[in-house]
């Protein structure tokens, strides 16, 4: 199986400043099929990208996404008070789908 | 909008079957080109995707759970069902249900399932 190792393992920033969140693959994602998931504490995570690079329905434009092969990126431009929480990175290019350990973005 | 709801035994026995039924509301389960999945994440810890079915029936299951895993569709009574046989202390975990095509585009809200005697 792919497997998704994220870092770094927390990251502690102020509100407004620019978090960036990495996402390496064991091998190489087949296409873009990439995605990224927020989850705050007691809630179901929230898809927040799809296809590397695409915002989900609904999704603020302070979030993006980059990266191809097996080298992903998650930026969030300016951090909001609700951006703290953790992120998960998952593949879905082979079969099994599998997701990253996960990245907590932690007030300073 | 998709809404999906867990339900099902909060507590299950060492080695018994644990069952959970996800209800899928906000329009048919035929309407659209969703997979229906379940993923578990134990307390503390990341997310485990465990397997999807579709509206056929036709189903794709993690290898390291295809041996105690079954995940069944009742279209008609638009619900998707997860069961998990021979279960131990490792299987303790929230169960979310989720729908999407390639991502999990829609979530439960997620049901904790608890294996002890």
């Known amino acids: 199986e792919t497997v998704l190792t994220q870092s770094p393992g927390t990251l502690s920033l102020s509100p407004g400043e620019r978090a960036t969140l990495s996402c390496r693959a064991s091998?190489?994602?087949?296409?873009?099929?990439f995605a990224w998931y927020q989850q705050r504490p007691g809630q179901a995570p929230r898809l927040l990208i799809f296809?590397?690079?695409s915002r989900a329905t609904g999704i603020p434009d302070r979030f993006g996404g980059s990266g191809s092969g097996t080298d992903f990126t998650l930026t969030i431009s300016r951090l909001e008070p609700e951006d703290f929480a953790i992120y998960y990175c998952?593949?879905?290019?082979?079969?099994?789908?599998?997701f990253g350990q996960g990245t907590k973005v932690e007030v300073k | 909008q998709v809404q999906l709801q867990e339900s099902g035994p909060g507590l299950v026995k060492p080695s018994q079957t644990l069952s959970l039924t996800c209800t899928v509301s906000?329009?048919?389960?035929?309407?659209?080109?969703?997979?229906w999945s379940w993923i578990r994440q134990p307390a503390g810890k990341g997310l485990e995707f465990i397997g999807r079915?579709?509206?056929?029936?036709?189903?794709n299951y993690n290898p390291s759970l295809k041996s105690r895993v079954t995940i069944s569709v009742d279209t008609s009574k638009n619900q998707f069902s997860l069961k998990l046989n021979s279960v131990t202390a490792a299987d303790t975990a929230v169960y979310y249900c989720?729908?999407?095509?390639?991502?999990?585009?829609?979530w439960g809200q997620g049901a904790l399932v608890t294996v002890s005697s």
């Open positions: 079915v579709y509206n056929s029936g036709s189903t």
């Open positions: 998952q593949q879905y290019g082979t079969s099994p789908w599998t």
């Open positions: 989720a729908s999407g095509w390639s991502t999990f585009d829609y």
């Open positions: 906000g329009g048919s389960m035929n309407s659209g080109s969703y997979f």
């Open positions: 091998q190489s994602i087949s296409g873009t099929d």
């Open positions: 296809g590397a690079s």
